[in-house]
T-cell receptor
Framework: NAGVTQTPKFQVLKTGQSMTLQCAQDMNHEYMSWYRQDPGMGLRLIHYSVGAGITDQGEVPNGYNVSRSTTEDFPLRLLSAAPSQTSVYFC??????????????FGNGTRLTVT | GQQVMQIPQYQHVQEGEDFTTYCNSSTTLSNIQWYKQRPGGHPVFLIQLVKSGEVKKQKRLTFQFGEAKKNSSLHITATQTTDVGTYFCAGPTSSASKIIFGSGTRLSIRP
């Protein structure tokens, strides 16, 4: 099994550009989520989904959009990149999310720099 | 909103010394999970605690869940260089729909 696959691994954007970070999992997990990691800030939840067709905001959703058209995929869209969005982004999935006891499986991360 | 705090933010120890990180939630948690992230890597699940007062051990690591289910700790006995990394606690929000993380404790070790 591939687990959670994130692409790209690295990305450099100019301010104002848009892009989509891809996340796919092959474990039939219902719950998928996006976190950003900044030095000293831990992992902050951007958006999450408890199943196909259902998405909701996390702690820091502004500037990001998500969709969940299939169980497997959960792309994160940056509408108009800003330097404040420079960060490492992790996608994570689990069977049940906060409603159960299943652990999160993380992708390898995308390191994004906005200039 | 609900918050999960971790202390200390950093810990630098001599190899062989013990290490402890503490996690505190502003609300009661149904369960708490611990993750380890090696430098340059992604968080990896270590363990989950569910019951009030629960204590679990993994070799040199001891995990505790507080009686009120609002705090937790991770203790490493006799640290080794392989323990280097950032340790995170995480728990579901009160609505149980999503999982939020503490700010993490970064452990570095002098050989």
């Amino acid at each position: 099994n591939a687990g959670v696959t994130q692409t790209p691994k690295f990305q450099v954007l100019k301010t104002g550009q848009s892009m989509t970070l891809q996340c796919a999992q092959d474990m039939n997990h219902e719950y998928m989520s996006w976190y950003r990691q900044d030095p000293g800030m831990g992992l902050r939840l951007i958006h999450y989904s408890v199943g196909a067709g259902i998405t909701d905001q996390g702690e820091v959703p502004n500037g990001y959009n998500v969709s969940r058209s299939t169980t497997e995929d959960f792309p994160l869209r940056l509408l108009s990149a800003a330097p404040s969005q420079t960060s490492v982004y992790f996608c994570a999935s689990s069977y049940t999310g906060g409603r159960g006891n299943s652990p999160l499986h993380f992708g390898n991360g995308t390191r994004l720099t906005v200039t | 909103g609900q918050q999960v705090m971790q202390i200390p933010q950093y810990q630098h120890v001599q190899e062989g010394e013990d290490f402890t990180t503490y996690c505190n939630s502003s609300t009661t948690l149904s369960n708490i999970q611990w993750y380890k992230q090696r430098p340059g890597g992604h968080p990896v699940f270590l363990i989950q605690l569910v019951k009030s007062g629960e204590v679990k051990k993994q070799k040199r690591l001891t995990f505790q869940f507080g009686e009120a289910k609002k705090n937790s700790s991770l203790h490493i006995t006799a640290t080794q260089t392989t323990d280097v990394g950032t340790y995170f606690c995480a728990g579901p929000t009160s609505s149980a729909s999503k999982i939020i993380f503490g700010s993490g404790t970064r452990l570095s070790i002098r050989p």
